[in-house]
Protein backbone atom coordinates (compact mmCIF):
# COMPACT_ATOMS: atom_id res chain seq x y z
CA UNK A 1 0.00 0.00 0.00
CA UNK A 2 1.74 3.66 -0.60
CA UNK A 3 1.39 6.43 1.34
CA UNK A 4 -1.23 8.10 -0.85
CA UNK A 5 -3.51 5.40 -0.27
CA UNK A 6 -2.78 4.76 2.86
CA UNK A 7 -4.00 8.17 3.75
CA UNK A 8 -7.78 8.09 2.33
CA UNK A 9 -7.87 4.39 3.79
CA UNK A 10 -7.45 6.33 7.22
CA UNK A 11 -9.63 9.32 6.42
CA UNK A 12 -12.44 6.81 5.87
CA UNK A 13 -12.30 5.36 9.53
CA UNK A 14 -12.89 8.94 10.70
CA UNK A 15 -15.61 8.40 13.33
CA UNK A 16 -19.18 8.68 12.36
CA UNK A 17 -22.01 9.00 15.25
CA UNK A 18 -22.31 5.54 16.43
CA UNK A 19 -26.18 3.39 16.08
CA UNK A 20 -27.78 6.27 13.93
CA UNK A 21 -29.61 6.20 11.28
CA UNK A 22 -28.74 9.45 8.44
CA UNK A 23 -31.09 10.30 5.55
CA UNK A 24 -30.07 12.55 2.75
CA UNK A 25 -32.96 14.29 1.50
CA UNK A 26 -32.51 15.80 -1.92
CA UNK A 27 -34.32 16.73 -5.50
CA UNK A 28 -31.58 15.13 -6.85
CA UNK A 29 -32.03 12.17 -5.68
CA UNK A 30 -32.44 9.77 -8.55
CA UNK A 31 -33.31 12.89 -10.67
CA UNK A 32 -30.21 14.43 -12.81
CA UNK A 33 -31.32 18.17 -12.85
CA UNK A 34 -28.24 20.12 -11.82
CA UNK A 35 -24.89 19.95 -9.95
CA UNK A 36 -26.11 18.49 -6.71
CA UNK A 37 -26.85 15.26 -8.19
CA UNK A 38 -23.20 14.77 -8.30
CA UNK A 39 -22.89 15.58 -4.88
CA UNK A 40 -24.64 13.19 -3.95
CA UNK A 41 -24.12 10.40 -6.53
CA UNK A 42 -20.38 10.36 -6.10
CA UNK A 43 -20.16 10.79 -2.33
CA UNK A 44 -22.62 7.44 -1.90
CA UNK A 45 -19.26 5.40 -2.20
CA UNK A 46 -17.29 6.92 0.60
CA UNK A 47 -20.85 7.65 2.68
CA UNK A 48 -21.45 3.93 2.73
CA UNK A 49 -18.15 2.57 3.50
CA UNK A 50 -18.40 4.27 6.87
CA UNK A 51 -22.14 4.24 8.07
CA UNK A 52 -22.64 0.72 6.01
CA UNK A 53 -25.81 -0.30 3.76
CA UNK A 54 -28.49 -0.38 6.69
CA UNK A 55 -28.06 2.86 7.84
CA UNK A 56 -27.78 4.99 5.23
CA UNK A 57 -31.11 6.24 3.04
CA UNK A 58 -31.77 8.64 0.67
CA UNK A 59 -35.00 10.48 -0.25
CA UNK A 60 -35.77 12.04 -3.74
CA UNK A 61 -38.72 12.87 -5.70
CA UNK A 62 -40.50 10.29 -7.87
CA UNK A 63 -40.83 11.07 -11.47
CA UNK A 64 -41.64 8.28 -13.80
CA UNK A 65 -39.00 9.08 -16.83
CA UNK A 66 -35.82 9.40 -14.40
CA UNK A 67 -36.88 6.83 -12.54
CA UNK A 68 -36.56 4.30 -15.43
CA UNK A 69 -33.04 4.77 -15.88
CA UNK A 70 -31.98 5.28 -12.22
CA UNK A 71 -34.32 3.23 -9.70
CA UNK A 72 -34.86 -0.49 -9.00
CA UNK A 73 -37.09 -1.14 -6.83
CA UNK A 74 -37.62 -3.42 -3.75
CA UNK A 75 -38.73 -7.15 -3.31
CA UNK A 76 -38.16 -7.05 0.33
CA UNK A 77 -40.03 -4.27 2.78
CA UNK A 78 -39.33 -6.24 5.85
CA UNK A 79 -36.90 -3.74 7.02
CA UNK A 80 -37.98 -0.58 9.43
CA UNK A 81 -38.23 2.06 6.17
CA UNK A 82 -39.41 -0.69 4.02
CA UNK A 83 -42.71 -1.46 6.53
CA UNK A 84 -42.93 2.38 6.79
CA UNK A 85 -42.94 2.56 2.91
CA UNK A 86 -46.00 0.30 2.94
CA UNK A 87 -47.42 2.22 6.32
CA UNK A 88 -47.35 5.03 3.71
CA UNK A 89 -48.91 3.11 0.41
CA UNK A 90 -51.97 2.55 2.82
CA UNK A 91 -52.46 5.59 3.78
CA UNK A 92 -52.86 6.69 -0.30
CA UNK A 93 -49.52 8.27 -0.97
CA UNK A 94 -47.44 7.27 -3.58
CA UNK A 95 -43.90 6.77 -2.56
CA UNK A 96 -41.95 4.09 -3.77
CA UNK A 97 -38.53 1.86 -2.10
CA UNK A 98 -35.81 0.51 -3.77
CA UNK A 99 -31.82 1.15 -4.70
CA UNK A 100 -30.62 3.99 -6.84
CA UNK A 101 -28.33 2.28 -9.76
CA UNK A 102 -25.09 3.78 -9.18
CA UNK A 103 -22.28 2.96 -7.28
CA UNK A 104 -23.11 1.45 -4.10
CA UNK A 105 -26.45 0.96 -4.54
CA UNK A 106 -27.85 2.87 -1.92
CA UNK A 107 -31.42 2.54 -0.04
CA UNK A 108 -33.82 4.99 -1.84
CA UNK A 109 -37.28 6.61 -1.14
CA UNK A 110 -39.04 8.36 -4.03
CA UNK A 111 -42.29 10.04 -3.21
CA UNK A 112 -44.45 11.24 -6.21
CA UNK A 113 -45.44 14.76 -6.03
CA UNK A 114 -48.40 14.69 -8.07
CA UNK A 115 -50.10 12.75 -6.08
CA UNK A 116 -50.97 14.66 -3.21
CA UNK A 117 -51.90 17.35 -5.70
CA UNK A 118 -55.71 17.29 -4.47
CA UNK A 119 -53.99 18.48 -1.09
CA UNK A 120 -52.23 21.05 -2.58
CA UNK A 121 -54.57 24.18 -1.04
CA UNK A 122 -54.19 22.67 2.16
CA UNK A 123 -50.67 22.21 2.22
CA UNK A 124 -50.02 25.57 1.13
CA UNK A 125 -52.81 27.46 3.68
CA UNK A 126 -50.94 25.28 6.87
CA UNK A 127 -47.53 26.78 5.01
CA UNK A 128 -48.55 30.29 5.44
CA UNK A 129 -50.61 30.29 8.74
CA UNK A 130 -47.47 28.05 10.12
CA UNK A 131 -44.53 29.96 9.07
CA UNK A 132 -45.06 32.49 6.51
CA UNK A 133 -44.01 30.92 3.36
CA UNK A 134 -45.89 32.50 0.61
CA UNK A 135 -46.56 29.91 -2.35
CA UNK A 136 -47.91 31.39 -5.41
CA UNK A 137 -50.77 29.12 -7.55
CA UNK A 138 -49.55 28.11 -10.75
CA UNK A 139 -45.79 27.44 -10.33
CA UNK A 140 -44.47 24.26 -11.45
CA UNK A 141 -41.41 23.77 -9.69
CA UNK A 142 -43.33 25.43 -6.18
CA UNK A 143 -45.84 23.13 -6.07
CA UNK A 144 -43.97 20.11 -6.64
CA UNK A 145 -41.49 21.52 -3.84
CA UNK A 146 -44.43 21.69 -1.86
CA UNK A 147 -46.06 18.31 -2.23
CA UNK A 148 -42.86 16.67 -1.90
CA UNK A 149 -42.25 17.98 1.26
CA UNK A 150 -45.50 17.74 2.95
CA UNK A 151 -44.97 14.05 1.81
CA UNK A 152 -41.59 14.08 3.39
CA UNK A 153 -42.87 15.44 6.71
CA UNK A 154 -45.53 13.16 6.87
CA UNK A 155 -42.77 9.66 6.38
CA UNK A 156 -40.66 11.06 9.61
CA UNK A 157 -44.15 11.95 11.34
CA UNK A 158 -44.81 8.30 10.79
CA UNK A 159 -41.50 6.97 11.96
CA UNK A 160 -41.30 8.71 14.70
CA UNK A 161 -44.65 7.56 15.43
CA UNK A 162 -43.23 4.41 16.29
CA UNK A 163 -40.17 3.24 17.97
CA UNK A 164 -37.44 4.20 15.01
CA UNK A 165 -36.57 7.68 16.39
CA UNK A 166 -35.87 6.92 19.81
CA UNK A 167 -32.21 5.84 18.36
CA UNK A 168 -30.13 8.88 16.92
CA UNK A 169 -31.56 9.71 13.58
CA UNK A 170 -29.99 12.33 11.23
CA UNK A 171 -31.45 13.81 8.31
CA UNK A 172 -29.45 15.92 5.95
CA UNK A 173 -31.70 18.25 3.42
CA UNK A 174 -29.75 19.86 0.40
CA UNK A 175 -30.61 22.59 -0.59
CA UNK A 176 -34.20 24.76 -0.61
CA UNK A 177 -36.02 22.64 -2.72
CA UNK A 178 -35.28 19.07 -0.11
CA UNK A 179 -35.64 21.59 2.75
CA UNK A 180 -39.43 22.55 3.31
CA UNK A 181 -39.87 19.44 5.48
CA UNK A 182 -37.57 21.51 8.32
CA UNK A 183 -39.85 24.04 9.74
CA UNK A 184 -43.13 21.39 10.06
CA UNK A 185 -40.49 18.61 11.54
CA UNK A 186 -39.53 21.23 14.13
CA UNK A 187 -43.18 22.35 14.61
CA UNK A 188 -44.00 18.98 15.60
CA UNK A 189 -40.79 18.33 17.47
CA UNK A 190 -40.09 15.11 16.13
CA UNK A 191 -37.16 13.54 17.57
CA UNK A 192 -34.52 14.30 14.59
CA UNK A 193 -31.20 16.02 14.33
CA UNK A 194 -31.67 18.39 11.35
CA UNK A 195 -28.53 19.22 9.17
CA UNK A 196 -29.38 21.47 6.09
CA UNK A 197 -27.21 22.57 3.28
CA UNK A 198 -27.52 25.05 1.01
CA UNK A 199 -25.52 24.92 -1.90
CA UNK A 200 -25.97 28.75 -3.32
CA UNK A 201 -28.39 30.84 -3.01
CA UNK A 202 -31.01 31.48 -5.66
CA UNK A 203 -31.15 35.44 -4.26
CA UNK A 204 -27.74 35.62 -4.47
CA UNK A 205 -27.73 34.24 -7.73
CA UNK A 206 -30.28 36.95 -9.06
CA UNK A 207 -27.95 39.63 -7.43
CA UNK A 208 -24.67 38.88 -8.75
CA UNK A 209 -25.85 38.86 -12.05
CA UNK A 210 -26.88 42.26 -12.21
CA UNK A 211 -24.55 43.73 -10.07
CA UNK A 212 -20.58 43.18 -10.33
CA UNK A 213 -20.60 44.48 -7.09
CA UNK A 214 -22.28 42.56 -5.67
CA UNK A 215 -19.96 41.35 -2.63
CA UNK A 216 -18.95 44.54 -1.66
CA UNK A 217 -22.92 45.41 -1.43
CA UNK A 218 -23.87 42.56 0.43
CA UNK A 219 -23.81 43.91 3.90
CA UNK A 220 -26.61 46.30 2.45
CA UNK A 221 -29.46 44.31 0.52
CA UNK A 222 -32.77 44.11 2.16
CA UNK A 223 -33.20 40.22 1.54
CA UNK A 224 -37.10 40.97 0.76
CA UNK A 225 -37.14 43.67 -1.14
CA UNK A 226 -34.54 42.28 -3.62
CA UNK A 227 -36.29 38.93 -3.36
CA UNK A 228 -39.72 40.27 -4.42
CA UNK A 229 -38.24 42.94 -7.12
CA UNK A 230 -36.60 39.24 -8.97
CA UNK A 231 -40.38 37.14 -8.22
CA UNK A 232 -38.21 34.80 -5.50
CA UNK A 233 -39.36 35.55 -2.93
CA UNK A 234 -41.37 32.38 -1.71
CA UNK A 235 -37.97 30.46 -2.66
CA UNK A 236 -35.73 32.53 -0.21
CA UNK A 237 -38.80 32.57 2.44
CA UNK A 238 -38.12 28.42 1.97
CA UNK A 239 -34.35 29.10 2.29
CA UNK A 240 -34.54 31.31 5.43
CA UNK A 241 -36.95 28.85 7.28
CA UNK A 242 -34.58 26.03 6.14
CA UNK A 243 -31.76 27.76 7.22
CA UNK A 244 -33.33 28.95 10.83
CA UNK A 245 -34.88 25.63 11.41
CA UNK A 246 -31.82 23.32 11.36
CA UNK A 247 -29.77 21.99 14.34
CA UNK A 248 -26.85 22.40 12.38
CA UNK A 249 -26.44 25.03 9.29
CA UNK A 250 -23.68 24.31 6.51
CA UNK A 251 -23.10 25.76 2.96
CA UNK A 252 -20.24 24.69 0.45
CA UNK A 253 -17.73 27.53 0.64
CA UNK A 254 -16.58 30.40 3.08
CA UNK A 255 -17.59 32.68 -0.65
CA UNK A 256 -21.28 30.98 0.33
CA UNK A 257 -20.98 31.78 3.83
CA UNK A 258 -20.84 35.53 3.88
CA UNK A 259 -23.86 35.53 1.33
CA UNK A 260 -26.00 33.22 3.67
CA UNK A 261 -24.99 35.61 6.94
CA UNK A 262 -26.77 38.66 4.85
CA UNK A 263 -29.24 37.25 2.81
CA UNK A 264 -30.53 34.38 5.10
CA UNK A 265 -29.77 36.00 8.57
CA UNK A 266 -27.64 33.05 9.74
CA UNK A 267 -24.50 32.20 9.76
CA UNK A 268 -23.47 28.49 8.80
CA UNK A 269 -21.95 26.88 11.76
CA UNK A 270 -19.66 24.93 9.32
CA UNK A 271 -17.98 24.50 5.62
CA UNK A 272 -18.90 21.33 3.75
CA UNK A 273 -16.26 21.22 0.44
CA UNK A 274 -17.39 19.86 -2.28
CA UNK A 275 -15.63 16.65 -2.99
CA UNK A 276 -15.59 13.62 -6.39
CA UNK A 277 -15.70 10.08 -6.41
CA UNK A 278 -12.10 10.46 -7.81
CA UNK A 279 -11.59 6.58 -8.05
CA UNK A 280 -14.06 7.21 -10.60
CA UNK A 281 -11.80 8.74 -13.09
CA UNK A 282 -8.86 7.74 -12.27
CA UNK A 283 -6.93 6.59 -15.15
CA UNK A 284 -3.40 5.97 -13.93
CA UNK A 285 -0.13 5.60 -16.23
CA UNK A 286 -3.25 5.63 -18.92
CA UNK A 287 -4.04 9.40 -18.72
CA UNK A 288 -1.97 10.45 -21.47
CA UNK A 289 -3.11 7.62 -23.44
CA UNK A 290 -6.42 8.45 -22.67
CA UNK A 291 -6.22 11.89 -24.18
CA UNK A 292 -4.65 11.01 -27.19
CA UNK A 293 -7.43 9.15 -28.25
CA UNK A 294 -9.76 11.57 -27.58
CA UNK A 295 -8.10 14.52 -28.93
CA UNK A 296 -8.13 12.53 -32.05
CA UNK A 297 -11.77 11.93 -31.74
CA UNK A 298 -11.42 15.81 -31.14
CA UNK A 299 -9.23 16.89 -34.14
CA UNK A 300 -12.00 14.74 -36.21
CA UNK A 301 -14.45 17.74 -35.80
CA UNK A 302 -11.83 20.28 -36.01
CA UNK A 303 -10.71 19.18 -39.62
CA UNK A 304 -14.63 19.33 -40.94
CA UNK A 305 -15.35 22.57 -38.78
CA UNK A 306 -12.11 24.74 -40.11
CA UNK A 307 -10.50 22.60 -42.75
CA UNK A 308 -12.63 23.05 -45.53
CA UNK A 309 -11.76 26.78 -45.34
CA UNK A 310 -8.12 26.48 -44.31
CA UNK A 311 -5.65 24.34 -42.55
CA UNK A 312 -3.39 24.52 -39.53
CA UNK A 313 -0.94 22.07 -37.74
CA UNK A 314 -2.90 19.77 -35.57
CA UNK A 315 0.10 18.59 -33.90
CA UNK A 316 0.78 22.42 -32.79
CA UNK A 317 -2.58 22.96 -31.32
CA UNK A 318 -4.13 23.02 -28.17
CA UNK A 319 -7.21 22.83 -26.71
CA UNK A 320 -9.10 25.32 -24.55
CA UNK A 321 -12.50 25.01 -23.24
CA UNK A 322 -15.05 26.67 -20.48
CA UNK A 323 -18.70 25.23 -19.73
CA UNK A 324 -21.70 25.58 -17.20
CA UNK A 325 -24.93 27.51 -17.18
CA UNK A 326 -25.48 30.18 -19.31
CA UNK A 327 -24.23 33.17 -17.00
CA UNK A 328 -22.54 35.29 -18.94
CA UNK A 329 -20.85 37.88 -15.96
CA UNK A 330 -21.29 35.58 -13.07
CA UNK A 331 -19.36 32.47 -14.89
CA UNK A 332 -16.56 34.60 -16.53
CA UNK A 333 -17.95 34.36 -19.80
CA UNK A 334 -16.80 37.78 -20.56
CA UNK A 335 -13.60 37.99 -18.31
CA UNK A 336 -12.47 34.54 -21.13
CA UNK A 337 -13.75 36.40 -24.22
CA UNK A 338 -11.48 39.09 -23.57
CA UNK A 339 -8.09 37.39 -22.35
CA UNK A 340 -8.50 34.98 -25.57
CA UNK A 341 -8.78 38.40 -27.68
CA UNK A 342 -6.03 39.39 -25.73
CA UNK A 343 -3.96 36.17 -26.16
CA UNK A 344 -4.98 36.20 -29.34
CA UNK A 345 -3.22 39.36 -30.31
CA UNK A 346 0.10 37.96 -28.25
CA UNK A 347 0.44 35.26 -30.06
CA UNK A 348 0.23 37.22 -33.40
CA UNK A 349 2.44 39.54 -32.35
CA UNK A 350 5.36 36.67 -30.50
CA UNK A 351 4.60 35.32 -34.52
CA UNK A 352 3.69 31.93 -32.63
CA UNK A 353 3.42 28.65 -34.63
CA UNK A 354 0.89 27.35 -31.90
CA UNK A 355 -3.37 27.36 -33.18
CA UNK A 356 -5.84 27.71 -30.12
CA UNK A 357 -9.39 26.52 -30.29
CA UNK A 358 -11.18 27.46 -28.21
CA UNK A 359 -15.18 25.87 -26.84
CA UNK A 360 -17.15 27.57 -25.60
CA UNK A 361 -19.88 25.00 -24.17
CA UNK A 362 -22.96 26.46 -22.92
CA UNK A 363 -26.52 25.84 -22.99
CA UNK A 364 -29.03 28.09 -25.14
CA UNK A 365 -32.04 28.32 -26.73
CA UNK A 366 -31.69 27.24 -30.60
CA UNK A 367 -33.43 26.18 -33.55
CA UNK A 368 -31.26 23.28 -34.46
CA UNK A 369 -28.02 22.31 -35.43
CA UNK A 370 -26.31 25.12 -38.13
CA UNK A 371 -26.91 23.04 -41.37
CA UNK A 372 -23.65 24.25 -42.98
CA UNK A 373 -21.66 22.45 -39.75
CA UNK A 374 -23.70 19.56 -40.01
CA UNK A 375 -23.41 19.67 -44.07
CA UNK A 376 -19.61 20.43 -43.17
CA UNK A 377 -19.09 17.42 -41.15
CA UNK A 378 -21.28 14.78 -43.49
CA UNK A 379 -19.14 15.79 -46.34
CA UNK A 380 -15.88 15.88 -44.54
CA UNK A 381 -16.98 11.69 -43.93
CA UNK A 382 -17.34 11.25 -47.35
CA UNK A 383 -13.89 12.38 -48.09
CA UNK A 384 -12.73 10.01 -45.31
CA UNK A 385 -14.51 7.16 -47.06
CA UNK A 386 -12.81 7.49 -50.27
CA UNK A 387 -9.73 7.75 -48.76
CA UNK A 388 -10.12 4.29 -47.02
CA UNK A 389 -11.44 2.83 -50.29
CA UNK A 390 -8.30 3.92 -52.02
CA UNK A 391 -6.43 2.63 -49.11
CA UNK A 392 -7.92 -0.32 -49.29
CA UNK A 393 -7.23 -0.54 -53.37
CA UNK A 394 -3.64 0.44 -53.03
CA UNK A 395 -3.19 -1.86 -50.30
CA UNK A 396 -4.63 -5.08 -52.34
CA UNK A 397 -2.56 -4.28 -55.49
CA UNK A 398 0.84 -3.23 -53.89
CA UNK A 399 0.92 -6.26 -52.40
CA UNK A 400 -0.24 -8.10 -56.18
CA UNK A 401 2.10 -6.33 -58.06
CA UNK A 402 5.12 -6.73 -55.66
CA UNK A 403 4.45 -10.09 -55.31
CA UNK A 404 3.84 -11.21 -59.16
CA UNK A 405 7.02 -9.30 -60.42
CA UNK A 406 9.35 -11.29 -62.14
CA UNK A 407 12.27 -8.95 -62.75
CA UNK A 408 14.52 -7.36 -60.15
CA UNK A 409 12.22 -5.23 -57.28
CA UNK A 410 10.84 -1.74 -58.51
CA UNK A 411 8.69 0.08 -55.77
CA UNK A 412 5.59 0.88 -58.03
CA UNK A 413 4.02 4.02 -58.76
CA UNK A 414 1.56 4.20 -55.92
CA UNK A 415 -0.80 6.55 -58.18
CA UNK A 416 -1.34 4.29 -60.51
CA UNK A 417 -2.56 1.27 -58.61
CA UNK A 418 -5.62 4.03 -58.08
CA UNK A 419 -8.76 3.68 -60.40
CA UNK A 420 -10.13 6.25 -62.42
CA UNK A 421 -13.37 6.47 -60.58
CA UNK A 422 -11.71 6.35 -57.10
CA UNK A 423 -9.40 8.84 -58.66
CA UNK A 424 -12.73 11.30 -59.82
CA UNK A 425 -15.09 10.44 -56.33
CA UNK A 426 -12.55 12.16 -54.69
CA UNK A 427 -11.76 14.70 -56.35
CA UNK A 428 -15.42 15.81 -56.67
CA UNK A 429 -15.80 15.25 -52.78
CA UNK A 430 -12.79 17.69 -51.70
CA UNK A 431 -14.16 20.12 -54.01
CA UNK A 432 -17.52 20.08 -52.70
CA UNK A 433 -16.56 20.60 -49.75
CA UNK A 434 -13.70 23.03 -49.26
CA UNK A 435 -14.84 26.69 -49.47
CA UNK A 436 -13.91 30.24 -49.09
CA UNK A 437 -16.25 30.69 -46.09
CA UNK A 438 -15.26 31.44 -42.68
CA UNK A 439 -15.65 28.82 -40.28
CA UNK A 440 -18.68 29.28 -38.17
CA UNK A 441 -18.33 30.60 -34.83
CA UNK A 442 -21.20 29.13 -33.35
CA UNK A 443 -22.58 25.38 -34.35
CA UNK A 444 -26.21 25.99 -33.74
CA UNK A 445 -28.58 28.11 -34.97
CA UNK A 446 -29.77 30.34 -32.08
CA UNK A 447 -33.54 31.76 -31.57
CA UNK A 448 -32.00 35.33 -30.26
CA UNK A 449 -29.00 35.18 -32.30
CA UNK A 450 -29.04 39.08 -32.29
CA UNK A 451 -28.91 39.43 -28.61
CA UNK A 452 -26.37 37.08 -27.24
CA UNK A 453 -23.83 38.04 -25.58
CA UNK A 454 -21.11 35.27 -26.25
CA UNK A 455 -21.68 36.27 -29.99
CA UNK A 456 -21.78 39.73 -30.31
CA UNK A 457 -18.24 40.01 -28.22
CA UNK A 458 -17.24 37.93 -30.82
CA UNK A 459 -18.56 39.89 -33.56
CA UNK A 460 -17.29 43.01 -31.79
CA UNK A 461 -13.68 41.85 -31.60
CA UNK A 462 -13.67 40.25 -35.06
CA UNK A 463 -12.84 36.99 -33.26
CA UNK A 464 -14.20 35.40 -35.89
CA UNK A 465 -12.39 32.59 -37.28
CA UNK A 466 -10.32 34.47 -39.54
CA UNK A 467 -7.60 32.73 -41.50
CA UNK A 468 -4.76 34.68 -39.70
CA UNK A 469 -6.24 34.59 -36.16
CA UNK A 470 -4.66 32.22 -33.68
CA UNK A 471 -7.24 32.05 -31.31
CA UNK A 472 -10.26 30.40 -32.94
CA UNK A 473 -13.74 29.71 -31.02
CA UNK A 474 -16.54 27.58 -31.60
CA UNK A 475 -19.25 28.38 -29.44
CA UNK A 476 -21.42 25.21 -28.92
CA UNK A 477 -24.69 26.01 -27.56
CA UNK A 478 -25.82 22.77 -26.06
CA UNK A 479 -24.14 19.91 -23.42
CA UNK A 480 -21.92 17.28 -25.01
CA UNK A 481 -23.00 13.58 -25.00
CA UNK A 482 -22.89 10.68 -26.97
CA UNK A 483 -25.55 11.20 -29.11
CA UNK A 484 -24.53 14.33 -30.49
CA UNK A 485 -23.73 13.89 -34.27
CA UNK A 486 -20.43 16.37 -34.15
CA UNK A 487 -18.32 15.18 -31.35
CA UNK A 488 -19.84 11.23 -30.66
CA UNK A 489 -18.81 11.20 -27.07
CA UNK A 490 -19.47 12.40 -23.73
CA UNK A 491 -18.53 15.49 -21.39
CA UNK A 492 -15.88 13.44 -19.52
CA UNK A 493 -14.47 12.32 -22.35
CA UNK A 494 -14.47 15.95 -24.17
CA UNK A 495 -12.52 17.18 -20.92
CA UNK A 496 -9.67 14.24 -21.25
CA UNK A 497 -9.24 15.15 -24.64
CA UNK A 498 -8.37 19.34 -24.37
CA UNK A 499 -5.53 20.45 -22.84
CA UNK A 500 -6.88 23.03 -20.11
CA UNK A 501 -10.45 24.30 -18.79
CA UNK A 502 -11.07 28.34 -18.12
CA UNK A 503 -13.34 29.22 -15.37
CA UNK A 504 -12.89 32.40 -13.96
CA UNK A 505 -16.12 33.08 -12.43
CA UNK A 506 -17.32 36.19 -10.72
CA UNK A 507 -20.19 33.95 -8.49
CA UNK A 508 -19.65 30.74 -8.47
CA UNK A 509 -20.50 28.52 -4.17
CA UNK A 510 -18.20 25.83 -5.49
CA UNK A 511 -17.51 25.03 -8.82
CA UNK A 512 -17.49 21.50 -10.03
CA UNK A 513 -16.08 22.08 -13.51
CA UNK A 514 -12.21 22.55 -12.75
CA UNK A 515 -12.35 20.12 -10.10
CA UNK A 516 -13.35 17.33 -13.11
CA UNK A 517 -11.14 18.76 -14.67
CA UNK A 518 -8.42 17.75 -12.16
CA UNK A 519 -9.90 14.80 -11.60
CA UNK A 520 -9.37 13.89 -15.72
CA UNK A 521 -5.46 14.56 -15.50
CA UNK A 522 -6.24 18.23 -17.22
CA UNK A 523 -4.89 21.71 -15.86
CA UNK A 524 -7.61 25.00 -15.11
CA UNK A 525 -7.59 28.16 -14.28
CA UNK A 526 -10.69 29.77 -11.63
CA UNK A 527 -10.87 32.25 -9.69
CA UNK A 528 -10.90 33.06 -5.99
CA UNK A 529 -14.43 34.73 -5.98
CA UNK A 530 -15.16 30.66 -6.81
CA UNK A 531 -15.92 28.72 -3.95
CA UNK A 532 -13.48 25.77 -5.10
CA UNK A 533 -10.99 28.62 -6.51
CA UNK A 534 -11.11 29.91 -2.31
CA UNK A 535 -10.93 26.68 -1.03
CA UNK A 536 -7.18 26.04 -2.85
CA UNK A 537 -5.42 29.34 -2.24
CA UNK A 538 -6.00 28.41 1.43
CA UNK A 539 -6.27 24.67 1.73
CA UNK A 540 -3.48 23.59 -1.58
CA UNK A 541 0.03 24.15 -1.24
CA UNK A 542 2.34 24.82 -4.85
CA UNK A 543 -1.26 25.44 -6.65
CA UNK A 544 -0.12 26.83 -9.91
CA UNK A 545 2.66 23.32 -9.76
CA UNK A 546 -0.31 21.19 -9.85
CA UNK A 547 -2.50 22.57 -12.54
CA UNK A 548 -5.01 24.89 -10.12
CA UNK A 549 -4.21 27.98 -11.42
CA UNK A 550 -6.16 30.90 -9.52
CA UNK A 551 -7.10 34.23 -10.89
CA UNK A 552 -7.37 36.65 -8.19
CA UNK A 553 -10.50 38.84 -8.92
CA UNK A 554 -11.13 40.31 -5.58
CA UNK A 555 -11.67 44.46 -6.08
CA UNK A 556 -9.63 44.74 -9.15
CA UNK A 557 -10.61 45.97 -12.45
CA UNK A 558 -12.17 43.71 -15.13
CA UNK A 559 -9.10 44.74 -17.83
CA UNK A 560 -6.44 44.27 -15.17
CA UNK A 561 -7.83 41.02 -14.42
CA UNK A 562 -8.36 39.86 -17.84
CA UNK A 563 -4.27 40.72 -18.90
CA UNK A 564 -3.40 38.30 -16.20
CA UNK A 565 -5.65 35.76 -17.09
CA UNK A 566 -4.45 36.35 -21.01
CA UNK A 567 -0.89 36.08 -19.80
CA UNK A 568 -1.06 33.15 -18.22
CA UNK A 569 -3.02 31.53 -20.96
CA UNK A 570 0.07 32.96 -22.79
CA UNK A 571 2.55 30.92 -20.64
CA UNK A 572 0.52 27.87 -21.24
CA UNK A 573 0.60 27.86 -24.54
CA UNK A 574 4.08 28.54 -24.58
CA UNK A 575 4.79 25.15 -22.59
CA UNK A 576 6.14 22.16 -24.11
CA UNK A 577 4.53 18.78 -24.93
CA UNK A 578 6.79 17.39 -22.66
CA UNK A 579 5.90 19.76 -19.75
CA UNK A 580 2.16 20.04 -20.82
CA UNK A 581 2.23 15.78 -20.15
CA UNK A 582 4.24 16.31 -16.89
CA UNK A 583 1.54 18.81 -15.30
CA UNK A 584 -1.05 16.03 -16.47
CA UNK A 585 0.11 13.68 -14.40
CA UNK A 586 0.49 16.21 -10.97
CA UNK A 587 -3.10 17.41 -11.66
CA UNK A 588 -4.65 13.59 -11.58
CA UNK A 589 -2.31 13.04 -8.09
CA UNK A 590 -3.51 15.91 -6.70
CA UNK A 591 -7.15 15.56 -7.06
CA UNK A 592 -6.67 12.80 -4.91
CA UNK A 593 -7.12 15.57 -1.70
CA UNK A 594 -10.60 15.95 -3.77
CA UNK A 595 -11.84 12.76 -2.64
CA UNK A 596 -14.38 11.90 -0.71
CA UNK A 597 -12.52 10.04 1.15
CA UNK A 598 -10.90 12.98 2.32
CA UNK A 599 -13.37 15.97 2.22
CA UNK A 600 -15.96 13.25 3.53
CA UNK A 601 -14.97 14.39 6.46
CA UNK A 602 -16.47 17.78 7.17
CA UNK A 603 -19.27 16.02 6.88
CA UNK A 604 -18.55 13.37 9.81
CA UNK A 605 -17.99 16.39 11.78
CA UNK A 606 -21.48 17.94 11.33
CA UNK A 607 -23.08 15.04 11.79
CA UNK A 608 -21.13 14.27 15.52
CA UNK A 609 -21.81 18.41 16.26
CA UNK A 610 -25.69 18.08 15.49
CA UNK A 611 -25.58 14.45 17.94
CA UNK A 612 -24.17 17.16 20.59
CA UNK A 613 -26.87 19.26 19.82
Given amino acids: MNSTDKGINENIALNVPEKTILFEIAWEVCNQVGGIYTVIRSKVPSVIQKWGKDNYFLVGPYFAEQAAAHFDPATDFSTPIGKAVLKM ?213 VMGHFFQSYSFDLDKTLYFFTSGRYEYHNKGYDLTLEALARLNWKMQQANSDMTVVSFFITKRPFYTFNPDVLHSKAQIEDVRGVCEEIKQQVGKQLYTKITSSDGPYQFP ?17 VQSW ?38 KVVYHPDFISTSNPLFKMDYN ?53 KGLYIINRRGRDFYEVAEDLANKLFAFVQMSRRERIALRYRCEEASLHFDWSNLGKYYDDAYNLVIER
Avoid at 131 to 144: A, Q, R, Y
Avoid at 504 to 528: F, K, R
Fill in 434 to 471: KTHQLPKIVTHTLIDDAKDEILNFLRTANLVNNRHDKV
Fill in 493 to 545: QFVRGCHLGIFPSMYEPWGYTPLECLASGLPSITSDMAGFGDYVVKEVSGNDA
Fill in 413 to 429: DLSALVDDYLRLKLRRN
Fill in 89 to 301: QERGFDVYYGQWIVSGRPNVVLFNPYSVYDKLGEIKHFLWQDFHISMPGNDELLDKVAAFGYQVKEFFHYLCSTKFCEGPVITHFHEWMAGLPIPGIRKENLNIKIVFTTHATLLGRYLAMNDHRFYDHLPFYNWEAEATKFNVKSIAEIERASAHGAHVFTTVSEVTGKECTHLLGRTPDMILPNGLNIRRFEALHQIQNQHVQVKEQIHDF
